[in-house]
């Protein structure tokens, strides 16, 4: 059995599938499948970022670039903590040793000049931790530095 084609039915198809591509973007956030989250404020933040690209060169000084793949936008962090206390500065390493520089976490940039803040994935190859100053009642604080590397899953 045919279903007969009217230009009524067509341009309703047409409207439900404008209302479909005329919705309001959703910016969703990656998330890492197993929910860690780095949640601790950095004093400093600070990203490096040079699209991945594969240039042919030519004679006569003539070059063609191409992107690398599909995810060619990856950012490295450098990261502080300035002046945090023992507990925390021993929460924040046994956080990323926990991590070994492989597993993935959620963190979110500070800072975001988007309007909705972006979750990225993110590995930290390494650390740093040294000694930072001293308060009055004797307390000692540390400064932790770090860089995350973002990955795509």
């Known amino acids: 059995m045919k279903i007969p084609v009217t230009v009524t039915t067509i341009t309703a198809v ?19 499948p197993s929910g860690l989250v780095f949640k601790w404020c950095v004093t400093e933040a600070s990203y490096d970022l040079e699209p991945k690209i594969i240039k042919a060169q030519f004679g006569d000084g003539y070059a063609q670039r191409r992107p690398e793949g599909i995810n060619t936008q990856a ?7 300035k002046n945090i206390d023992a507990a925390t500065a021993g929460d924040v390493v046994t956080f990323l040793s926990d991590r070994n520089g492989v597993e993935v976490f959620n963190w979110t940039p500070p800072r975001q000049i988007v309007d909705e803040p972006v979750t990225q994935n993110v590995i ?3 650390w740093n931790l040294g000694y930072g100053q001293m308060i009055a009642d004797g307390t000692l604080l540390y400064n932790l530095q770090f860089k995350f590397e973002q990955v795509f899953l």
């Open 75 to 81: 950012c490295m962090w450098s990261l502080t903590m």
């Open 124 to 126: 930290c190859p390494g």
């Open 14 to 32: 047409m409207r439900d599938r404008l209302k479909l591509i005329r919705t309001e973007p959703q910016l969703i956030a990656p998330l890492d």
